[in-house]
């Protein structure tokens, strides 16, 4: 029997003649969307891939306005229309149905909404506790759904979501705009060809400084109990209170309504680090802290204390072994180093571009490797996949089958926080439970009195 001898830029050349299939494969798919989810049923009713899709917003409030006036110019190019808006505000629909023009309907309920035959699709952007109502009556009516992030605010719901899509074969996308920026595909595919080894460590943040408070958003003069339907904007939470401007505008501090920086900034860092593994997993146990020691919200005049933290960490691990590290702050902006790391090379995030840096007992055998500078992520690249899902019934970029493990990872580390414990999770029996193996029952609305 023969033997190769190699030296070592001949053996860096053999590898890479020898994976010249597979990393050909992967770079044709780099631009597709993530193989994820493909069992799931067929859409009764595909959008043909030259009809007009039609769009109805429900929740038109900042985020939702971000929507409609990022949509409107790119109508032309993506062949949609927006035909009808909805919020609990009469000020707000009103001025959402005039930035889109006078054909757009003004709908006071958004069952009512979903009545309508023509509309094929409808963007949630209301507040948390109502993404999960408004998505899978929309799903039920036939609708496709783009909502906000985070995808519910409690695990249970998420679930509910994700059987309804499941069940109705309808596309949902969920609204962390990061998952279309193609720097974390790139990622993907070198981890899918093996080039950084087993996945053991990632880690990134999302870090602000906001001296005033965080989501201190200025109330204003039109936000009076007659211009907003007070009881449907509370909802099903527990906790119910009468009409307060300051939890309508400032409504991520309050536990009732978002689990804060767990709901508002950690989905634009969970989404696409777990999209970057090529292979999104549920979690197996999950461990987060925070706490609220500066009280900024008392340089804001006349605005309670928050319910939710200033600053917060996650540590979620994997079946596979990986171990994810998250951090975000509302009191300091300095964030860590965007990093997935590898047993055999780590790669790198910035300037948008993926750096994979070999370790050092495997330099032989893998090259260095830049990427080019990707373009930056932006809600406009995020709708248009969206819309490419629907026309072609594939998974999105931030589909529910990424979708639903981000959640429970983002709410495990809410049950963690609260309940000072590390939440351990059985994906096949979807049961949470400590680590002597006693279950606990996920929080929801009720379970604790800021619910």
């Not at 080039?195 to 109330?219: D, F, L, T």
């Not at 439970?433 to 606990?440: K, N």
Request: contains cysteine; charged residues 20%.
């Amino acid at each position: 029997m023969s033997t190769l001898n190699l030296n070592s830029t001949d053996r860096r050349t053999f590898i890479k003649q020898a994976s010249t299939a597979t990393a050909a494969v992967a770079a044709a798919n780099l631009l597709k969307v993530p193989v994820y989810g493909q069992n799931q049923a067929p859409s009764a009713n595909v959008v043909g891939a030259n009809n007009k899709i039609v769009l109805g917003h429900i929740g038109v409030g900042g985020q939702g306005m971000a929507h409609v006036t990022q949509m409107k110019p790119k109508h032309g190019d993506n062949n949609t229309v927006s035909a009808a808006v909805c919020d609990v505000s009469k000020h707000r629909t009103a001025a959402a149905a005039n930035s889109i023009g006078e054909k757009c309907a003004q709908i006071a309920d958004y069952e009512k909404m979903l009545e309508r035959k023509d509309i094929d699709a409808i963007v949630c952007a209301t507040v948390d506790h109502w993404h999960t109502k408004v998505s899978v009556a929309a799903l039920e009516a036939g609708k496709h759904v783009y909502v906000e992030k985070p995808m519910t605010r409690y695990l249970g719901e998420a679930f509910e979501i994700y059987d309804t899509v499941k069940r109705t074969g309808k596309i949902l996308q969920v609204g962390s705009q990061g998952c279309s920026d193609l720097k974390w595909h790139k990622a993907a595919s070198l981890i899918r060809e093996g080039r950084i080894g087993h996945v053991v460590m990632a880690q990134g943040s999302y870090m602000r400084n906001s001296p005033k408070g965080e989501w201190n958003y200025g109330i204003q003069p039109w936000a009076t109990a007659e211009d907003i339907e007070w009881k449907k904007w509370m909802g099903h939470v527990s906790k119910k209170i009468a009409f307060n401007a300051d939890h309508y505008f400032r409504w991520r501090k309050y536990y009732p309504y978002c689990a804060g920086l767990l709901g508002d900034l950690f989905p634009h860092k969970l989404h696409p680090y777990m999209l970057a593994t090529g292979n999104p997993e549920f979690p197996t146990r999950v461990a987060s802290v925070g706490n609220k020691k500066v009280r900024t919200d008392q340089l804001t005049p006349g605005t309670p204390e928050r319910d939710v933290t200033e600053i917060a960490q996650i540590i979620a691990e994997f079946p596979s072994g990986m171990v994810l590290h998250a951090t975000s702050s509302t009191v300091n902006e300095v964030g860590t180093q965007e990093m997935i790391r590898g047993h055999k090379a780590t790669l790198t995030m910035a300037g948008n571009k993926v750096q994979l840096d070999p370790a050092r007992p495997f330099a032989e055998e893998i090259d260095p490797y830049t990427s080019e500078a990707f373009p930056g992520e932006g809600l406009p690249p995020h709708h248009k996949n969206w819309f490419d899902s629907i026309r072609s019934n594939k998974q999105p970029n931030a589909g529910i089958d990424l979708a639903i493990k981000v959640q429970t990872v983002i709410s495990l580390a809410e049950m963690s926080e609260r309940l000072s414990m590390m939440c351990l999770f059985d994906a096949k029996t979807r049961k949470i439970t400590t680590g002597d193996g006693r279950e606990i029952k996920p929080l929801t609305y009720g379970s604790t009195e800021l619910s």
